[in-house]
């Protein structure tokens, strides 16, 4: 074939055209990678900075957990407390008859599913996959569902059989269940990686997709205790 020198320019011309073209996807695609590992490490640096979110995390696993209930008062004595396994048991389990403390117990739960909540509706949504969120929630998930039972058991010879029913009962009471997904798999390391079609497994103890559990009004908060605020 003859090659005009016109019809070598326009080719060389395309190649480079396409080359500019491909090169500009990849550098979009790039970006977009960039800045989508940027948003859920900041999410999960939001969720993992918080106090509270610290305090449960805290107290689901260990027994006693020194933990700041009372920030507010001015002595570390009065400031701190042991919350013992029963009294984490007890304020998610139970919705009446709390202490002062148990009541506070009760305030940093709920605080801490409604920001687990926001990271189900990013994997609702698409914005943070599953797998991407499994190094840092796989075992907080573990241990609110029980499936880290027997882990516990054998390491520190804590049963957490209790806390888990106490979550189970609080998501059943408060019409939780009905919305679970994606946070509410089985908390296997395959299940966090597995396609969002797949990931809707569900069992009794699982974790809801929406909680925004909290009282639906201040006056639910002040029945919890008696009438007392």
Known sequence: ?????????????AACAIAVFAFGIW?????ENWKRSEFVAAQIKEFNSDKINNAVLQMMDYDPAHVELFPEKTTPKDRYVDVKLPMLVKAVGQ????????????IF???F?????RM????????????????DFAYPVELMTGTA??????????DIAPFAKAVHDYLTRWGAHSNHRRLSENC?????????????RSSDMILANAIVARRQSRGDRRSIRGGVE
Do not use: C
């Not at 919705?95 to 009760?106: G, L, M, P, Q």
């Not at 599913?113 to 909540?117: A, H, I, Y």
């Open 1 to 13: 074939m003859n090659w005009e020198k016109s019809d070598i320019i326009a080719a060389v011309s």
């Open 27 to 31: 550098q979009y695609r790039s970006s």
């Open 95 to 106: 919705e009446k008859d709390f202490s002062d403390a148990e009541f506070r117990v009760r």
């Open 109 to 111: 739960f709920e605080h």
């Open 113 to 117: 599913l409604t920001s687990l909540s």
């Open 120 to 135: 189900n509706y990013f994997l609702t949504s698409g914005a943070i996959e599953p797998q991407e969120l499994y190094a």
């Open 149 to 158: 039972r027997e882990m516990k058991l054998k390491n520190t010879g804590d």
């Open 188 to 200: 296997s390391a395959d299940g966090w990686a597995m396609a969002p079609s797949a990931s809707y």
